[in-house]
């Protein structure tokens, strides 16, 4: 058994083989990742761009009180020959560019418009309410960088591009297995010692989200031969997830199926409550994690181990999410033998900080807690953290939300 740090390093020293990249529509693209750097094919803004509905003037030419001609009016999209000379306004709208001559913008409502001239109430200062040609973006610039997964943030400067369409790694392709005799699917009705199989349905989520593409096998019986002919029928996968049978139980046939396979197994347990029983192993190109059956221990391993291998084989640069440093809202305490990843949300304070809440759960089958989870709190074996307690809190973080990460597992 191995601890939590040295786990995630094994999983951050998996040798991967790059992604290929494909081209997807820009709405398609949000939780992927770059594989190439956008380019911007001119400046931005490409002109000196206003920014309020006024009048664009000369700022040294403003009195307050004295009438400037109104020589012409442009609206936004309007290529104008108007110049601004000494004397003189020009009535302008918001997103039209600047006219020659002029280095200010008046708000309107700091105008007084009377037949054909204006006065200013105010004396404005050079460059307001100007967005300046190429403050933003020169012709040439890659404001993006290859890695990066795609954010709702950044689709509007994407679109600005002209991204119609975006290079993004190709998704890795996640086979999705779980075993067990008892196990039936959602459309059934469960018989007496028979429940629905749920690890599926919350992995493909899970997947999804780290920017993977899910793919769900039939449930397998407790049998060796029909899980490893799962497993060998899944070859086609970067990723297999196999739930169940992880542990050293009469019907816990993990271990016999990898060996079977050609796997080589990195570790078999890890020093955590819950989710102790997990398995990584390789063959060949392809990765094997074998996680806990309970719904519990299969969610928590998978954003401790499984999430940044997905990210890192979806081309992510930075897998690792940063954890955070936060207070406790009641006391937790983990056993002595193994660290406590708690399933906990996150609470309100007073004056907007935000506090870690440990949530009660009744075991590793309690989905009405997993529903609530926004974070995990990590405490040592053996400590107890008290109420206000500052505590090491792991997000619980999709591929599209921006959230920090590192290149490697943080300690």
Same mark, same amino acid.
């Given at each position: ?26 709405? /398609? ?111 040439g610039d890659r404001p993006l960088a290859a890695g990066r ?13 002209? @991204? ?15 075993? *067990? ?8 009705? !469960? +018989? ?21 593409? !899910? ?28 739930? *169940? ?37 390789? @063959?060949?190109? +392809? ?10 221990s299969a969610f928590v391993t998978f954003e401790l181990l ?19 440093? =936060? ?44 529903? /609530? ?12 953290? *008290?109420? *206000? ?17 590192? =290149?490697?597992?943080?300690?």
């Amino acid at each position: 058994m191995i601890a939590l740090i040295e786990a995630q390093r094994r999983v951050s020293g998996l040798a991967l083989r790059p992604p290929p990249s494909e081209r997807v529509p820009l709405a /398609a693209a949000i939780g992927r990742t770059l594989a190439e750097a956008p380019r911007s094919d001119r400046d931005l803004p490409p002109f000196d761009r206003v920014t309020m509905d006024g009048f664009a003037v000369r700022a040294g030419d403003v009195e307050v009180g004295r009438p400037l001609r109104v020589v012409a009016a442009i609206a936004a999209g309007e290529a104008s020959t108007a110049t601004v000379v000494a004397g003189s306004a020009v009535r302008i709208m918001t997103g039209a560019p600047l006219p020659a001559g002029a280095d200010a913008v008046v708000p309107i409502e700091e105008a007084d418009v009377d037949a054909g001239s204006v006065r200013f109430r105010r004396i404005p200062t050079a460059g307001q309410n100007l967005h300046r040609r190429a403050c933003d973006l020169r012709e040439g610039d890659r404001p993006l960088a290859a890695g990066r997964r795609i954010t709702p943030a950044m689709v509007p400067l994407l679109a600005t591009l002209g @991204c119609a369409e975006v290079a993004v790694a190709r998704a890795p392709r996640v086979a999705l297995l779980a075993t *067990g005799s008892e196990l039936v699917e959602l459309t059934q009705r !469960p +018989q007496a010692a028979q429940i629905r199989e749920s690890n599926r349905h919350a992995l493909a989520a899970q997947v999804a989200s780290a920017g993977a593409l !899910p793919l769900p096998l039939p449930i397998v019986r407790d049998d060796p031969a029909a899980i490893v002919a799962a497993v060998r029928g899944a070859a086609a996968a970067e990723v297999v997830l196999l739930t *169940g049978g992880s542990s050293v139980g009469d019907f816990d046939f993990a271990h016999d199926v990898l060996a079977t396979v050609g796997a080589t197994v990195l570790f078999d347990a890890v020093r955590i409550k819950p989710g102790k029983p997990v398995i990584l192993a390789r @063959c060949g190109e +392809q990765v094997l994690f074998c996680l806990p059956g309970n719904p519990v221990s299969a969610f928590v391993t998978f954003e401790l181990l499984v999430r940044p291998l997905l990210e890192r084989l979806a081309g992510a640069a930075e897998a690792w999410p940063w954890p955070l440093a =936060l207070p406790l809202a009641r006391s937790v305490k983990a056993p002595a033998e193994r660290d406590l990843l708690q399933i906990a949300r996150l609470v309100p304070q007073a004056g907007g900080a935000l506090a870690a809440e440990p949530l009660r759960s009744s075991g590793s089958g309690d989905l009405v807690t997993i529903a /609530a989870a926004a974070a995990l709190i990590h405490v040592p074996r053996g400590r107890e953290l *008290g109420a *206000g307690e500052t505590a090491r809190v792991v997000p619980l973080v999709a591929s599209a939300d921006g959230w920090p990460r590192a =290149l490697e597992p943080i300690e």
